[in-house]
């Protein structure tokens, strides 16, 4: 499987402010996925970031609210933007190395907004 | 539209117990995969098992063992005499069979291993 690392590994921030989350990975995957996890809650979906285009994303998410990046094969980003307490969760990215193949995730990113 | 059900949301056991994790899912599709990620305090997802809609041989890897049951949309998740190591939060989740398919997650079972 391949290794993933996030930056930051967790972040207090202010309400009205944005935050990038970083997702690299040590070899070039063909999918990246970013995952939401609000405390105590389950994993969902927040999109799907596309090498050279932009994100798909699920339904009740955004892309003015949570912009994303992909300018290569290793590396995304996720942005929450205008962040209010709601946001407070856990954002996991997931890559899956070639198509089909079991999706490993990333550390996580622990979010607290006050 | 795809579901996962664990009906379970809280186990306590005491070391060296078994304990069974149950998962139910709905699926209209005929072929996809299922599968187990752990979830220790630390936060990070780790991937447990994916197993086929085609493959419903039972597996065993070291303590822990996983029953797929076609007929009862079943995929439960056994740990054999319990260690400490193995408290954390397990998700069962469920896929299409094809490309770009995201996972969809049951709730979640907190798993607690009392020494």
């Known amino acids: 499987s391949a290794v993933i690392s996030q930056k930051p590994s967790r972040d207090i921030c202010q309400r009205g402010t944005s935050l990038t989350i970083q997702c690299q990975v040590d070899?070039?995957?063909?999918?990246m996925f970013w995952y939401r996890q609000q405390p105590g809650q389950s994993l969902t979906l927040i999109a799907t970031?596309?090498?050279?285009?932009?994100?798909?994303?699920e339904s009740g998410f955004v892309i003015d609210k949570f912009p994303i990046s992909r300018p290569n094969l290793t590396f995304s980003t996720l942005t929450v933007s205008n962040m209010s307490p709601e946001d407070s969760s856990i954002y996991l990215c997931?890559?899956?190395?070639?198509?089909?193949?079991?999706?490993?995730f990333g550390p996580g990113t622990r979010l607290l907004v006050l | 539209a795809q579901k996962v059900t664990q009906a379970q949301t809280e186990i306590s056991v005491v070391e060296k117990e078994d304990v069974t994790l149950d998962c139910v899912y709905e699926?209209?599709?005929?072929?996809?995969?299922l599968f187990w990620y752990k979830q220790p305090p630390s936060g990070e997802l780790v991937f447990l098992i994916r197993?086929?809609?085609?493959?419903?041989q039972n597996e065993i890897s070291g303590r822990y063992s996983w029953n797929f049951q076609k007929s009862t949309s079943s995929f439960n998740f056994t740990i054999t005499a319990s260690q400490v190591v193995d408290s954390a939060v397990y998700f069962c989740?469920?896929?299409?069979?094809?490309?770009?398919?995201?996972?969809?997650f049951g709730k979640g079972i907190t798993l607690s291993v009392r020494p």
């Open positions: 070899s070039q995957v063909t999918m």
């Open positions: 970031a596309n090498q050279g285009s932009e994100a798909t994303y």
């Open positions: 997931s890559v899956e190395r070639l198509v089909g193949e079991t999706q490993y």
């Open positions: 197993r086929n809609s085609f493959d419903e």
């Open positions: 699926t209209r599709d005929t072929t996809y995969y």
């Open positions: 989740a469920l896929s299409e069979f094809r490309a770009n398919s995201k996972l969809t």
